[in-house]
Each structure stands twice: as C-alpha cells, then as structure tokens.
C-alpha cells in the first residue's frame, strides 16, 4: 500500500541500451502531487494520504471546492485522489510527492483510458467471425446472429457480447518495466505500449505483484558474469 502518482502521456520512442538494443518506450510526464490531507485511522477507520494534481483555474471551481482550497491553504487543483497508506507519519500536508518516490522501483502498473471507437459491430469489437458470405445469407453478414433463447428465460442475459460502445473505459496494464527515469524532468520512460490516446492522463502505482523476472539491464549484466566465467575456465 502506496501513494501513487498521475501523468500525461506524451507519446512514444525508443531507448537504446548498453548492449545496443533498441527498446520501445512509452514516454509520461509526471505530474507533481501535493498533500492536501492526512486521514488518521481515529477520523475514519484506515489510514490514507489525500494528493492533489494539476492545477486548475479558481473560477472554475464550485464554491464548496473554493472553500476547501482556502481553508487547506493551497493553489486548487484538478483530481484529488486518496490513497491508503501503512505509515502515515511521514507525510505532512502541504508536501509535494514526484518522480523520486519510484527512484529504486523496477516496475510499476499503469491506469489509463482506451482510446474511444464510437459505435462498432460484433466483428469489430469482439473479433466474431459473421455469417457465411456465400449463397443463402441476405443482408446480415456481419450480424451477430441469436442473441437469447426461446420463451425460458426469455431475455438477453447481461453482458452479452453485442454492437455498441467501443474502448473509452479504464484498463490496467500490470508490471511494466522502466528503463529510464528522468527525476530533473520528471519524465518516466517505460517499456512497451499503454492504452490511450496522447495527452490523455495517466495513472501509476507500484506493482501490486511479486516479480522474479529480471529487467533488461539485469539481463545484459547476467550475460556478461556469465561470458566472463566461460572465459576465467578457459
């Protein structure tokens, strides 16, 4: 249980390592959070770390919104997220959390919202196969077929795998390597691709999961102690 943090993705590139790999990369922007509250387990029965993220105009705030800033003595800002931390002492409200608090993390898990499809059909959005193109099917190739059965039940069940709104939902990408983090710029640079378009706001945490696999510069490393051993027998 860990604070977490939110950023922009700004596209993607490629790193080249030691071993003159070239890695794709996926670059984010890493928004500086600030403290807005500590919740003790006294208040509401756990412990967690309310922060704050991106700034935002004070006219577009409610008045509500308005009073909590001013009373918490700090600049607005555009999310507020809570997150459920084992030690709280060592945060103080008004502190700003970057990039430093994934310095010695390998891994992280990443949060962000596909890219919206609008309205699609079964092929498209669930891969179905449609109906046979050849003799005996009139204007419905590409339909979804039956979609319930007869009288019992009666309905359609939910969830059924139909046409309508494709992407634009949240998905979690787990155990994503970083290959290079730049603290002076706030830049994370991590391994592969995320969903979601560019400038679309990010969301990182720690891995949740235990990794045994090592990273790219780990392997490298093992390669060379491995060569330099076959040599040393020799």
Do not use: C
Not at 81 to 91: C, H, M, Q, T
Request: aromatic fraction near 8%.
């Amino acid at each position: 249980m860990s604070i977490g943090l939110i950023g922009t993705k700004i596209g993607m590139t490629r790193e080249f390592m030691e071993t003159g790999q070239s890695v794709p990369v996926t670059v984010i922007k890493v928004e500086k959070g600030r403290v807005l509250d500590v919740i003790t387990e006294d208040k509401r029965g756990y412990k967690a770390v309310k922060v704050g993220f991106f700034k935002i105009k004070n006219s577009k705030l409610t008045k509500q919104m308005k009073g909590y800033f001013v009373k918490k003595n700090t600049e607005p800002k555009k999310i507020l997220k809570e997150f459920k931390v084992n030690n709280i002492e060592i945060y103080k409200e008004g502190n700003e959390l970057g990039l430093e608090i994934l310095k010695d993390k390998k891994f992280v898990d990443v949060r962000s919202k596909t890219i919206g499809k609008g309205f699609a059909g079964v092929m498209k959005r669930w891969n179905f196969g449609g109906l046979r193109a050849s003799h005996g099917v009139s204007v419905s190739h590409r339909s979804h077929g039956s979609t319930g059965q007869r009288q019992d039940p009666g309905k359609v069940f939910k969830g059924k795998k139909m046409a309508g709104h494709m992407g634009d939902k949240f998905r979690t990408i787990l155990n994503l390597e970083i290959i290079k983090s730049d603290i002076e710029n706030s830049l994370l640079y991590l391994k592969g691709s995320i969903p979601g378009s560019k400038n679309s706001k990010v969301y990182l945490r720690e891995s949740i999961k235990k990794i045994n696999r090592k990273t790219i510069k780990e392997k490298y490393e093992a390669r060379l102690k491995a060569a330099a051993a076959k040599k040393g027998k020799k």
